[in-house]
Nanobody, 124 residues
Framework: QVQLVESGGGLAQAGGSLRLSCAAS????????VGWFRQAPGKEREFVGF????????FYADSVKGRFTISRDNAEGSVYLQMNSLKPEDTAVYYC?????????????????WGQGTQVNVSS
């Protein structure tokens, strides 16, 4: 069992930035693939991006490409989602999730463990 903890959500103005963190309680994320998803009110959970730890390979949804960056901290074993040029449509609860690096991708089914989510609100 992997318990994930997200932090860093909050309120930002359009055009601003926020950085979300994802850490695993009692272990590290170094052997996993880590994905970020988000869910806005009344909408389905959607893929944001993922990172495969070993190679540091990242992949993003078109809606965030060029604005969001996923990175990893080898020392802390944590993963970050840097969100720049935020838009009101980025408002959602953001979740990190982990799974085997070979299985993770854009689909929810590729992930085994999920965090509780952190709220991001972007005002216009």
């Amino acid at each position: 069992q992997v318990q994930l903890v997200e932090s860093g959500g909050g309120l930002a103005q359009a055009g601003g930035s926020l950085r979300l963190s994802c850490a695993a309680s009692g272990t590290t994320l170094r052997s996993y693939g880590v994905g970020w998803f988000r869910q806005a009110p009344g909408k389905e959970r959607e893929f944001v991006g993922f990172i495969r730890w070993g190679a540091g390979y990242t992949f993003y949804a078109d809606s965030v490409k060029g604005r969001f960056t996923i990175s990893r901290d080898n020392a802390e074993g944590s993963v970050y989602l840097q969100m720049n040029s935020l838009k009101p449509e980025d408002t959602a609860v953001y979740y990190c999730a982990v799974g085997p690096p070979s299985r993770i991708g854009t689909m929810i089914q590729g992930y085994d463990y999920w965090g509780q989510g952190t709220q991001v609100n972007v005002s216009s």
